[in-house]
């Protein structure tokens, strides 16, 4: 069983940053993959980044790609979204998500997931 608690999220204007934190507790954390998925009202949960158990390995949507950068601490069981150059869409609830994806194309699916946190809600302004 793993515990996952997201925080950092929050109120920011167009073009402003925030950083989201996750942190694990439970079983080792070094062996799951790490996802960030993110929900907006009347949306389908949709994925953002995931990074591989090491971190050597990275994936994002392209709708974030090069605003946004995915990492992770495995001696502080902690992974981070870093978000850059905020837009009023990607205003959302943030959810990350730990679980073992056989395949990188399996990496952007929800249901590879085994665990996830309660949320955060990132709200950007225009």
């Known amino acids: 069983q793993v515990q996952l608690v997201e925080s950092g999220g929050g109120l920011v204007q167009d073009g402003g940053s925030l950083r989201l934190s996750c942190a694990a507790s439970?079983?080792?954390?070094?062996?799951?993959?790490m996802g960030w998925f993110r929900q907006a009202p009347g949306e389908e949960r949709e994925f953002v980044a995931a990074?591989?158990?090491?971190?050597?390995?990275?994936y994002y949507a392209d709708s974030v790609k090069g605003r946004f950068t995915i990492s992770r601490d495995n001696a502080k069981n902690t992974v981070y979204l870093q978000m850059s150059s905020l837009k009023p869409e990607d205003t959302a609830v943030y959810y990350c998500?730990?679980?073992?994806?056989?395949?990188?194309?399996?990496?952007?699916?929800?249901?590879?997931?085994?665990?996830w946190g309660q949320g955060t809600q990132v709200t950007v302004s225009s």
């Open positions: 998500a730990a679980g073992a994806p056989v395949y990188t194309y399996d990496v952007i699916r929800a249901s590879k997931y085994d665990y």
């Open positions: 990074i591989s158990r090491s971190g050597g390995n990275t």
């Open positions: 439970g079983r080792t954390f070094s062996i799951y993959a």
